[in-house]
């Protein structure tokens, strides 16, 4: 059988879209959203249908979508690519928002709505209503530039490489380098990378700039004070507010700080340099060269389905059929898009995992990161509408975070030294509590970012360079690299592509901190509840979903130490 027609297979079966329709142009999809819009609903069983009809249609536009954007960022230097996802953005997204919201009214104002299951639709009408709240025509041209300009980092940051023994290699290849044992190695790879990216500071400073201005004017058509304030409703972020995020950095801050600063300066010590350096940070101060779980592309995907496999079989299916399907493309090369991601495709079922492996260690972890969302996205694949599918991040990144840290107890596979099983532990769990500032530094940023809009280019440094001394452990000498780290903030996809979205990976991390420790406990029972939170999609609140999981909704500071204690004591069983 061939992958079409096992696609074919695993698509929902259609009752409202032909099977061979192909969206070339807004025309050809316009008479459904009509269908829709004229529609009588003068009954519960006929609003029920209609939810289900739009939400075929919402599957098909949206996997159309998907494809776009996933071939665009597998190829960024092919022009017909960039030119399909542009076109998709200027000319059938746009059309499609105010139809949408014109949907939403129909649906809140229907005399029936009040007889749709509370249980079921609560958690979908809350959104509903808040999108149509949010909602202003005049913001569409708006987010059709946003859109176009912030998918201008990812051409930009794909174009970054540096020559290494007579060859090109992209950045990722290049930051691999510097966990060699050799020093001057190091060195010498990490100026590059700098006097690289310095290359682009001006140009992603402006990018930025007007990126702020236009999502500004966007708070400001919906009579918000600044972005932040808009941002954070449109996010839907119901369940927690502006004050639990300060709340947070003040515990990231005293809770995790001080563990890495004790752990950096017994680093700084054992080294004993005349001076730290930036590049001294991440290979092995016993001499041991970097850690090579895999090879290839191919090695990481059989290895990956065996060490999911250990875990449940299920999970191995998902990346099994992903392979199938040839919905995988994980190695580096020139003229790809940076960072890697799950994308979801709500009408096949079956997602599409992108990365940019080189053979290390962060790698393995990207890989099994995003075949937690992979997961998530097959064990929702049963619901019955599209936007029970699309979790908020604090829950889709519960599902890829806990997958860290549970297939963390099976990377025999990928490393079948013992010595080297506790480093690769010890490595991840080190990341971890290096992570948890990291993401508390980026949110801190975005918070003051948007409240002062109108700053100047040196206010942003000031500004950062104030933020990660919060946030960092002070013991790295930067001397001579005082502009690396002012623009250390540039090297952050979210900050360009998807505002705002970072503070969930902290609050997914605690989480998943959370789901760990109750699968050493008991695997089965943590596993159990774990697939019963993920199968809920986003049909219960984000507290109901981590309470399924078996764990709380909770970032203050006693519940971060409480976690951290825990990690520490089973990073010293491995370091």
Not at 63 to 86: F, H, Q, S
Not at 180 to 188: A, G, H, M, Y
Not at 290 to 303: D, N, R, Y
Not at 319 to 337: C, Y
């Amino acid at each position: 059988m061939s992958n079409t027609q096992i696609e074919n297979q695993l698509k929902l079966k259609r009752s409202f879209l032909p099977l061979t329709i192909e969206i070339k142009d807004w025309n050809i999809i316009e008479p459904f959203y009509n269908d829709l819009l004229t529609r009588e609903l003068s009954n519960i069983a006929k609003i029920e249908q209609w939810l289900k009809d739009w939400s075929e249609l919402d599957a098909v536009v949206s996997e159309d979508y998907a494809w776009r954007y996933i071939k665009m960022t597998c190829d960024t230097l092919n022009e017909t690519l960039v030119n399909d996802y542009t076109f998709f953005v200027e000319n059938i997204e746009p059309k499609i928002s105010p139809i949408s919201n014109k949907l939403q009214k129909k649906l809140i104002e229907s005399p029936f709505l009040g007889e749709l299951d509370k249980d079921k639709y609560f958690v979908f009408i809350r959104g509903l209503k808040k999108s149509l709240e949010l909602f202003r025509e005049k913001n569409i041209p708006l987010q059709t530039e946003i859109s176009n300009e912030s998918q201008k980092y990812g051409a930009i940051s794909s174009a970054q490489t540096i020559e290494h023994e007579g060859k090109q290699i992209t950045l990722q290849k290049a930051a691999s380098f510097l966990k060699s044992t050799d020093r001057s190695l190091r060195e010498k790879i990490y100026r590059k990378i700098q006097e690289r990216k310095a290359q682009d500071e001006t140009v992603l400073n402006e990018l930025y700039d007007k990126l702020i201005d236009l999502r500004t004017q966007v708070a400001k058509n919906v009579d918000f004070k600044n972005y932040r304030d808009y941002k954070f409703e449109e996010l839907g972020r119901f369940d927690y507010t502006v004050d639990d995020c300060y709340n947070f950095h003040n515990a990231i801050a005293s809770a995790i700080v001080p563990i890495n600063k004790k752990s950096e300066q017994a680093r700084k010590q054992k080294l004993n340099y005349d001076s730290y350096k930036p590049w001294d940070t991440e290979f092995d101060i016993t001499g041991k060269e970097a850690l090579k779980p895999f090879e290839t592309g191919k090695e990481l995907t059989e290895k990956t389905i065996e060490c999911f496999k250990s875990i449940d079989p299920f999970f191995a299916d998902c990346i099994n059929t992903m392979r199938d399907l040839q919905h995988l493309d994980l190695e580096s090369r020139v003229g790809k898009a940076p960072g890697g991601y799950n994308y979801p495709l709500y009408e096949s079922g079956v997602p599409f995992i992108f990365m940019n492996a080189v053979g290390t260690l962060k790698d393995v972890i990207t890989m099994v990161h995003e075949g937690g969302h992979a997961v998530h996205a097959f064990l929702c694949n049963d619901l019955e509408l599209t936007d029970f599918k699309g979790t908020p991040s604090e829950v889709a990144e519960l599902a890829s975070m806990s997958m860290e840290l549970i297939s963390m107890e099976h990377w025999n596979i990928f490393f079948a030294a013992d010595e080297d099983l506790k480093r690769a532990k010890a490595e991840q769990l080190e990341k971890i509590l290096k992570t948890l500032p990291w993401i508390a530094s980026i949110d801190k940023f975005q918070h003051w970012i948007y409240q002062h809009p109108k700053h100047s280019i040196q206010e942003r440094y000031e500004e950062w360079m104030k933020i990660i001394k919060e946030f960092g452990t002070g013991e790295v000498d930067h001397t001579g690299f005082e502009d690396a780290q002012k623009r250390g903030w540039q090297g952050q996809l979210h900050l360009y592509e998807v505002p705002f979205y970072y503070i969930e990976y902290g609050f997914a991390q605690l989480g998943a901190i959370a789901v760990w420790r109750n699968y050493k406990q008991n695997p089965s029972k943590a596993l159990e509840q774990y697939k019963a939170a993920l199968k809920l999609g986003y049909t219960k609140t984000i507290p109901e979903i981590y309470k399924t999981a078996g764990i709380k909704f909770d970032f203050s500071e006693a519940y971060i130490k409480d976690l951290m204690d825990f990690v520490v004591s089973e990073y010293e069983k491995v370091k």
